[in-house]
């Protein structure tokens, strides 16, 4: 979103003469081992998705929260349309059984001396193509927004500016380091910039940290990604950072470190430019105990963003709504209510994605409410933009009611799929011994007896068993999820309901 300088040209491998584009007809022989990260808990949900969408078989990594899978390059923008995956990223290579010295020196040495025998070419092709995929996407985008007379300020090449990822990107930097981008033949090195300020200690060793190289942003010139011209005329270096993740014991050294080395000596290998937060090109390193995965990003940010424009206190990630609504194998003419549903992004996604059920959310509190009719106008919006300009209305309603009185018959709902409140920053644990077993309730009278079903979400898990237990003769337990929701350490229920006839509310006149 917020990085311009993406380049289209093809890419030399640190040595070669000159680079060498990807033509169409490598790109079909081109195939891309893709890594995707995924709502812990949530990965076999994933790999039956890639399995459905693209054919692929996954494997899921020992380090919780990922998957990997093979397809042909030619495939990427299907991958771009999983529901189930937060961030993609090509592997360059995996060790299943990596030997990290016990000497801190020693292993950071050999990860710096890995950089050179990876195989870069192919992953670096991948990454190219997805690009041109996100600029085509761009132009549809720009296009749209002008066809509906958007007033976004213009750069100077009367181009739109950043159209409306703008909220994305704040950086006032952003429009001056859109520097056109070209790669450069190893002739052309001039020193690059900052190395010496590449051992800066890191302060604090955040194991999840960004970790990175810390140099200057470049001096962009004001061309157009790709185009490979730049004002000066010089050539123009890709810019880059590393990010790693580590996890386990067993290291002698931090992510920071492994970062700044291996950085060092990706900027060696490539003649690439350092750059934080205005990078073309991030490069992950991904180490969990004895694995280590070198990758590529091909996402900027995650895709669980995908469908909400106005963010509540407690935002579900779409991703995990998806994974939730799967769960429960929804059926064409099905009936999904969400009775809590915040800014709605389950019903949202659910509605995306299984248009032939008709889904209805709700809450109690009309701040949310407004916010979920907010984001399902921008649906509707993007929707009309479509090219098929064929504006289809979404089958989801939203409405202010109160959880423990619906007003909705009697075993008339075939799923319910909420993300229940977790007393943290909604609510209060003290207040869910009331609320929990009074929503099962509640929740047990609209849903069909025998063949209803419930996804529920909580991190209460105490209080959320024990009034399960004195719901048992409605509500069965079927499996139980463990995820990770912003840090906390939550659980998604798929309860069944049993053929027990609720009480019928009927008023006495």
Not at 146 to 168: F, H, M, R, V
Not at 366 to 388: D, G, M, T
Request: proline share 5%; aromatic share 6%.
């Amino acid at each position: 979103s917020c990085r311009p300088g993406m380049a289209e040209a093809g890419m030399a491998e640190g040595q070669g003469p000159g680079p060498a584009p990807a033509s169409d007809k490598e790109g079909v022989e081109l195939a891309a081992v893709i890594g995707a990260t995924v709502p812990t808990g949530f990965e076999l949900t994933a790999a039956e998705e890639v399995q459905e969408k693209l054919g692929s078989a996954s494997r899921i990594s020992r380090d919780r929260g990922k998957i990997y899978f093979e397809v042909p390059a030619r495939g990427l923008p299907q991958v771009h349309r999983l529901r189930s995956v937060d961030n993609l990223f090509v592997v360059v290579q995996e060790f299943k059984d990596y030997q990290f010295k016990e000497n801190k020196e020693d292993a950071l040495k050999d990860l710096e001396d890995l950089v050179k025998t990876l195989p870069w070419t192919d992953p670096l092709k991948v990454w190219e193509l997805n690009n041109s995929l996100k600029k085509k996407k761009a132009k549809r985008k720009k296009h749209n927004l002008q066809s509906t007379a958007s007033k976004e300020k213009l750069n100077n090449d009367g181009e739109e500016e950043g159209t409306d990822e703008q909220d994305a990107c704040k950086r006032e930097d952003c429009a001056q380091n859109a520097a056109g981008v070209e790669p450069v033949s190893e002739q052309d090195t001039e020193e690059p910039e900052g190395v010496a300020s590449r051992n800066r200690e890191e302060e604090e060793d955040n194991e999840q940290s960004d970790a990175k190289e810390e140099l200057q942003a470049g001096s962009g010139s004001e061309t157009k990604a790709g185009e490979g011209k730049t004002g000066e005329g010089d050539a123009k270096v890709l810019k880059f950072r590393v990010t790693c993740n580590r996890a386990g014991d067993k290291h002698s050294f931090t992510s920071n470190e492994a970062a700044r080395d291996f950085g060092g000596a990706v900027q060696e290998h490539f003649q690439w430019k350092a750059d934080m937060t205005n990078f073309d090109v991030e490069v992950l390193l991904n180490i969990h105990n004895n694995e280590v995965v070198v990758g590529i990003a091909l996402t900027e940010e995650s895709l669980h963003r995908r469908n909400i424009t106005h963010f509540g206190p407690t935002t579900l990630r779409s991703t995990l709504a998806y994974g939730m609504l799967r769960l429960c194998d929804p059926q064409p003419t099905d009936i999904i209510v969400d009775p809590m549903c915040g800014t709605g992004a389950i019903p949202i996604e659910g509605a995306t994605e299984w248009p032939s059920c008709y889904h209805i959310a709700g809450d109690n509190n009309p701040q949310a409410v407004k916010r979920a009719a907010n984001n399902i106008c921008s649906l509707l919006k993007k929707n009309e933009n479509k090219e098929s300009s064929t504006s289809l209305g979404i089958p989801l309603d939203i409405i202010q009611w109160d959880i423990c009185n619906l007003p909705l018959r009697t075993g008339s709902v075939d799923i319910i799929v909420t993300d229940m409140p977790f007393g943290k920053r909604i609510g209060s644990k003290k207040k869910n011994w009331d609320l929990y077993p009074a929503c099962l309730m509640e929740m047990g009278r609209i849903c069909t007896p025998g063949t209803g079903r419930a996804v529920l979400l909580t991190q209460d898990k105490k209080c959320f068993a024990k009034a399960l237990s004195r719901m048992g003769h409605i509500w069965r337990k079927g499996q139980t999820v463990w995820v990770n929701v912003g840090g906390l350490h939550a659980a998604v229920y798929l309860l069944k309901r049993t053929w027990e006839r609720a009480e019928e509310k009927r008023s006495f006149w």
